[in-house]
């Protein structure tokens, strides 16, 4: 059999779905191919061309579905301007907008052929069965290619699997295309490889729980059963996406592939408190990890194979990891490199356990500076504990992936510019890679229970251009939605004061500092360059012994008892004051935080190819490995 990936999909990771299905087929002495077709329209467009139409700033536009778009669903062409005119110019600048545009248009006339192609190349094959895997932005080009493979193998199943066939989603594809024979909703790792067993058994599509098929009747929203033991997996095999990679001439010059692995499923905080606008995990939030020891296996294993830098799929961290995984990956001799996703309410010990480990880049949602809204979102943290994580890791040398997102319902406007205010301090941390509007995504309580938080939803404005065949089923096929009402129509005109404040913060950042210069002196010096001139300030010895009290987030109470001993009450407060004022100091409620950086050797937030660069040369590698 074969399982297919289309574009438009990642050129630098492999498919982890994809890769585990095949490896478990493969296991049980079933012939499977794995095609990764993206690479082949990637040659024909042009690799450049490929990596910035999919680039994830212009992800919420679906430019890489529209490409496909018109494959799938006849539609005017002016509706096909309108939306290189409309939706575009919110995702872009303009210059980018009319390369995008240019780009966009010229790898559109390009797809047909390579549909047929893919169609032909799979068919001549002559597979018993072929899956499709679509997330994201595939789900057109994947109709595309099994509308064409059914004009060439009429008799051949195609089955459809992925983040894209979650529950309703997978149960409208069948309903809408004709194409698709079954679709996988949910985690296939059990029923897939079971349905397909009894298939070449009996050859006849099975009735297998969670997978929808059109000869059963009625189809069935139910979700495949999730996997409980997840040391039951296959280490899954990537030789399929590198032999890909490697014969895509030009590529190796541009990206640095990666293996992904995943060590959990689920969210262990979204179980118990399911943030407000989150739809990861659809029907599969119960939390469950692989055992350190069989996770310490697999990475081992990737990393003999193809290199110790990863790519960790988890939607967070396991807590129990911080005195397990991470001790067994700080003592390996493997020079890790990897991303994570956590939560962000993190202490030092938490920050030098995934340093030692080789987290270096982490994704801890923090969304927000303002505590607020973060209640609003149901974070379980602060906009202080916020600030402490960006702190810590530009000292430990940890890239934080974070966006920032506005628009909550029901959350207070004058917080706009109190962010606003704040952010001029925060220069030397990492800024946000985005400033965007909050979305209801499919599966989130906002999209599950508008009412609830006094909201309209609607599909996202890109959708009626790409589904333009459905007409009032478009809310079939959207994951993404826009929301209105509850005071967030306005949204957009009182964060203005924060959009402009994250926009100087991003454009200054690399060349703002601010750090203690000798740590070991008594009187610290602050090196302060986070505005348009640098400037060397000396603190008396209370000043930097509040400095020191308050590394990080410190009651003020206990500041003034901790140095009580040797000053003045007034004589503390006032010093705390201006501290404040000079932004060396941040403060929340009752709690301060110092904001200078002090240890790693780093003065401001260090960007990826710095952290990277460094980790390389502690493990006695080149800089160009």
Not at 44 to 54: F, P
Not at 117 to 142: I, K, Y
Not at 377 to 395: D, E, F, P, R
Request: aromatic share 10%; glycine share 6%.
């Amino acid at each position: 059999m074969h399982i297919v990936s289309l574009p438009f999909t990642s050129l630098q990771y492999p498919n982890l779905g994809a890769s585990l299905l095949t490896t478990a087929l493969r296991g049980r002495g079933i012939k499977c191919a794995l095609d990764y077709f993206a690479f082949d329209f990637a040659t024909r467009i042009g690799v450049e061309s490929y990596l910035m139409l999919s680039h994830e700033n212009f992800y919420q536009a679906f430019l890489g579905e529209w490409i496909f778009s018109d494959l799938v669903f006849e539609r005017p062409e002016d509706l096909d301007m309108e939306y290189l005119a409309t939706i575009l110019p919110d995702f872009a600048e303009p210059l980018e907008v009319l390369q995008l545009m240019s780009l966009a248009l010229s790898a559109r006339s390009k797809t047909r052929d390579f549909i047929d192609s893919c169609a032909a190349s799979v068919a001549a094959q002559q597979p018993a069965l072929v899956g499709v895997t679509t997330s994201f932005q595939q789900n057109l080009a994947s109709v595309a290619f099994a509308k064409a493979l059914k004009l060439r193998a009429p008799h051949t199943p195609i089955i459809f699997g992925g983040a894209n066939c979650e529950a309703e989603l997978g149960q409208n594809l069948l309903k809408q295309f004709d194409a698709i024979d079954a679709v996988c909703s949910g985690e296939g790792d059990m029923s897939f490889p079971t349905f397909v067993d009894m298939y070449l058994q009996t050859g006849v599509l099975p009735n297998v729980a969670g997978i929808l098929t059109r000869e059963a009747g009625e189809t069935d929203s139910q979700t495949t059963p999730g996997v409980l033991d997840l040391d039951a997996l296959p280490i899954p095999d990537f030789s399929d996406f590198y032999a890909s990679f490697d014969g895509t001439p030009g590529l190796s010059d541009l990206l640095q592939p990666a293996p992904t692995i995943e060590t959990s499923r689920g969210c262990w905080w979204g179980a118990k408190h399911h943030c407000t606008f989150c739809g990861l995990n659809g029907n599969s939030m119960a939390y469950r990890s692989k055992s350190p020891e069989r996770a310490l296996t697999e990475f081992r294993h990737q990393a003999d194979q193809y290199g110790a830098d990863f790519v960790v799929v988890d939607n967070i961290l396991d807590y129990a990891y911080f005195d397990s995984l991470l001790p067994m990956l700080r003592d390996d001799p493997h020079p890790y490199l990897m991303h994570y996703e956590v939560k962000s309410n993190l202490f030092p010990k938490h920050i030098d356990a995934m340093a030692k480990a080789g987290i270096r880049k982490i994704q801890p949602g923090i969304e927000t500076l303002d505590t607020g809204i973060l209640k609003l979102m149901k974070k379980g943290v602060t906009a202080l504990q916020n600030i402490q994580t960006l702190k810590l890791c530009a000292q430990a040398g940890i890239f934080v992936d974070w966006g920032f997102i506005f628009g909550f319902p029901d959350e207070d406007p004058q917080s706009y510019q109190r962010m606003a205010d704040l952010i001029p301090h925060l220069h030397h941390l990492q800024p946000p890679a985005a400033f965007a509007p909050v979305r209801a995504d499919r599966f989130s309580p906002y999209f599950s229970r508008p009412a609830d938080y006094n909201v309209d939803l609607s599909p996202a404005a890109p959708y009626r251009y790409i589904y333009a065949g459905v007409g009032e089923d478009l809310g079939q096929f959207s994951y993404h939605h826009q929301m209105s009402g509850a005071g967030i129509d306005a949204a957009h005109e009182y964060s203005r004061c924060t959009r402009t404040a994250v926009t100087n913060w991003i454009e200054c950042h690399g060349q703002a500092l601010y750090y203690i210069e000798d740590q070991t002196a008594q009187d610290f010096t602050l090196i302060d360059h986070r505005g348009p001139s640098k400037r060397r300030s000396h603190l008396s010895r209370l000043e930097s012994d509040i400095i020191r009290q308050c590394s990080c987030i410190t009651s003020y109470h206990r500041v003034v008892e901790k140095l009580a001993p040797d000053h003045e009450t007034k004589e503390i407060e006032a010093a705390i004051d201006r501290l404040l004022e000079s932004g060396a100091l941040v403060s929340e409620r009752s709690t301060l935080l110092a904001l200078p950086l002090a240890g790693g050797g780093y003065k401001c937030a260090p960007n990826w190819s710095e952290i990277r660069a460094r980790n390389l040369q502690e493990a006695g590698q080149s800089v160009e490995a």
